[in-house]
């Protein structure tokens, strides 16, 4: 029903950028809450990023809170993480979800679908 592909990721030096996009399939993406998972080495999958249906709320985990920005543009059927200042440990899978609620969106059983997870490699 909904369709998820993440493009963007690579390998990038430390304090260096990237920009991770996520497109959608469908006319229901304005409906669907928005998030950001990955999945480092040898580690679980954990929360990254979210933003409610409107774009008007986000949320961060503390790791990444001042150096990404998640954002969605509804008419292109896409969400954005911007990552910049990057660091080796943010070296991960990430992988966009959508999600039918705007609460709850750090726990990954609150998101319907999911992406195919990009590579993201930070070297020092």
């Known amino acids: 029903q909904v369709q998820l592909v993440e493009s963007g990721g690579g390998l990038v030096q430390a304090e260096g950028s990237l920009r991770l996009s996520c497109a959608a399939s469908?006319?229901?993406?304005?409906?669907?809450?928005m998030g950001w998972f990955r999945r480092a080495p040898g580690k679980e999958r954990e929360f990254v990023a979210a933003?409610?249906?409107?774009?008007?709320?986000?949320y961060y985990a503390d790791s990444v809170k001042g150096r990404f920005t998640i954002s969605r543009d509804n008419a292109k059927n896409t969400v954005y993480l911007q990552m910049n200042s990057l660091k080796p440990e943010d070296t991960a899978v990430y992988y966009c979800?959508?999600?039918?609620?705007?609460?709850?969106?750090?726990?990954?059983?609150?998101?319907?679908?999911w992406g195919q997870g990009t590579q993201v490699t930070v070297s020092s």
């Open positions: 979800a959508a999600s039918p609620r705007n609460y709850g969106l750090s726990q990954s059983m609150q998101y319907n679908y």
């Open positions: 469908g006319r229901t993406f304005v409906r669907y809450a």
């Open positions: 933003i409610i249906w409107s774009g008007d709320a986000t």
